[in-house]
Structure formats: structure tokens, C-alpha cells
């Protein structure tokens, strides 16, 4: 017998500490793990690609894109909804033609009936009543059931399938992120302050520091809160909006006048921190163990 409790393996009853370790170990159970700052992006990455970007654009929502890659995802829905507003247009004129195929057999139904109510006002003779009539066809091709055989290797063409009704495709493109709608020329164009270190020789790409505030100097990261001015398209800390720019609502650069609309809080990445950050936490659910 182990000296711990918990490596026990001679207790009589399945204990909780049991039951984790073993869902864990068989795969079952859903299973939890905190994000680090290494699982999610820069402040300075694109959303869609993940990497730095090279001609930043930002939504009106604050959320960060490389130029080509939200370009390249709206010309993709625009092709998705062209492609599906054709199934759509197809459907809606197939189903026009069934519905006046339907009206055109009534009509016939109609006419047939009635050329036979016409025919019965003559007297018949009593050889024809004794004559053996002949009764319903019951092959599968007449009466236009060759149009309706049933398929029973398709699965499309059982009984049980049932038709798919394709929806009006929605021509609204929306942003990935956060759901709402998006328009190209809603895209604002963003300018990051290089950091000048004449002793760094390194490639911006490899640096970790790379962009600071123009204003204060601060260098920005996934801990510093920033925003973007809607009108120069340059990146500050919201620091620098609340104590400078807020104060007589110019523009620190230009000196031109600003208002609240233009200032828009750019989406950061993850610092590892939960009093920074929300949704740290990576959840997969999976069957429980029973037992």
C-alpha cells in the first residue's frame, strides 16, 4: 500500500480523485486548459492570419486585419452568395414549373371528366353494360407516375428523404470577428509608430517591441490599452486619449478637431492575465465516463 491517500488503491470506494485521473487519462470527460500568451495572437496581428500584418486596416469595432486578407474574405462571401443566390434562383423556377405542371394536369382531369359526363347521356346498349370493364392500371408508368419512380438505391429518392429547401441567401458580408456587418469602405487604414533603435539591426518582424505611442513614446504591447485616431489612421495609448487628447479634443499630431466617434479602441490579444483579459479558458467536450 502507497503512503498517500489519494494513490490509494485498496479503498473500497472509486474516489473523485479516481474518476478525474482516469478521464483524463482515457480521453473522456471534458477537458479544460487556461490559454498563455503564447496561444493567442499580437495586437499587431491580423485576425484572420494570425501574423503581422503589412498594410493594417481596422473595422469600426476595433478589430485588426491585413489589407489583402479581409479583401481576399469579402470577394470569397461575394462568390458564396452569387453561388447560392443561383441554387436558390434554380429551385424557385423549378418549383414554378412543377406547380404549372400540376395546374396543366387538373385542367386535363377537368376536361376528361367532362367529355365523359357527355358521353354518358347516350343510352347504352345492354351488351356494353354486360361487357367486363377494365379495371385501374397498376403499372408504375402510367397516368405520369414515370416521372416519380422510386430510386430505392438514392437516398434523395426514398420515401422517407425529404426535399431540401434552399433559403434566400443572405447578401449581408460580416465581419468574423464580431458578427456585424462589414463594408469595405468602413475600413480604416492603419499607421504603427516604428520604434527608431539605431543599435537594434534587427528585422522588424523579429523584434518584440516594435511600435510605440507618437505622442508619448510608450512602447505597445498586449499589456498597454490602445486606440486608433479614425482620421490619421495613427495608433496611441488610451492613456494619451484620456488624460491629452480628451482634454480639448484636437488631434496631438494634426491639431485638428476630434470627437468621440473617431477614436476607436483597438481589440488586443491575450496578456495571460484574467483581470486583462476574458475567455482564457479552452474548453472540449467529450463523453463522461460512466461507470
Not at 354518358?120 to 345492354?126: F, M
Not at 420515401?159 to 468574423?176: G, L
Request: with cysteine.
Amino acid at each position: 500500500m502507497t503512503r498517500h491517500a489519494r494513490n490509494c488503491t485498496a479503498g473500497a470506494v472509486y474516489t473523485y480523485h479516481e474518476r478525474k485521473k482516469d478521464s483524463s487519462a482515457s480521453g473522456y470527460g471534458s477537458q479544460q486548459q487556461r490559454l498563455g500568451k503564447d496561444s493567442v495572437r499580437n495586437f499587431d496581428c491580423c485576425c484572420l492570419t494570425l501574423q503581422p500584418c503589412r498594410n493594417p486596416v481596422i473595422t469600426l469595432d476595433g478589430y485588426l486585419y491585413d489589407k489583402e486578407a479581409i479583401l481576399e474574405y469579402i470577394i470569397t462571401k461575394k462568390n458564396e452568395y452569387s453561388r447560392a443566390l443561383k441554387e436558390y434562383e434554380k429551385q424557385k423556377r423549378k418549383e414554378e414549373r412543377e406547380l404549372e405542371e400540376l395546374a396543366a394536369i387538373e385542367q386535363a382531369n377537368k376536361v376528361e371528366k367532362f367529355v365523359k359526363a357527355e358521353s354518358n347521356i347516350t343510352v347504352k346498349s345492354t351488351y356494353e353494360d354486360k361487357k367486363p370493364q377494365a379495371g385501374p392500371s397498376i403499372s408504375n408508368m402510367a397516368a405520369g407516375k414515370d416521372k416519380n419512380v422510386p430510386s430505392y438505391w438514392i437516398p434523395s429518392k426514398t420515401p422517407q428523404a425529404k426535399q431540401s429547401v434552399a433559403q434566400k441567401p443572405d447578401k449581408t458580408i460580416r465581419c468574423p470577428m464580431s458578427g456585424a456587418q462589414l463594408k469595405v469602405k468602413d475600413l480604416i487604414e492603419v499607421k504603427f509608430t516604428e520604434i527608431k533603435d539605431p543599435t537594434d539591426k534587427r528585422a522588424l518582424i523579429v523584434k518584440e517591441a516594435r511600435y510605440m505611442c507618437p505622442v508619448t513614446g510608450d512602447t505597445l504591447t498586449n499589456s498597454v490599452p490602445c486606440a486608433v485616431l479614425k482620421s490619421t489612421g495613427d495608433v496611441v495609448t488610451l492613456d494619451c486619449v484620456e488624460k491629452l487628447i480628451k482634454k480639448d479634443w484636437l488631434h496631438p499630431i494634426t491639431g485638428e478637431k476630434l470627437e468621440d466617434k473617431d477614436i476607436i479602441p483597438l481589440q488586443r490579444g491575450a496578456t495571460g492575465f484574467a483581470s486583462t483579459n476574458d475567455h482564457l479558458a479552452a474548453k472540449e467536450t467529450k463523453p463522461s465516463l460512466q461507470c
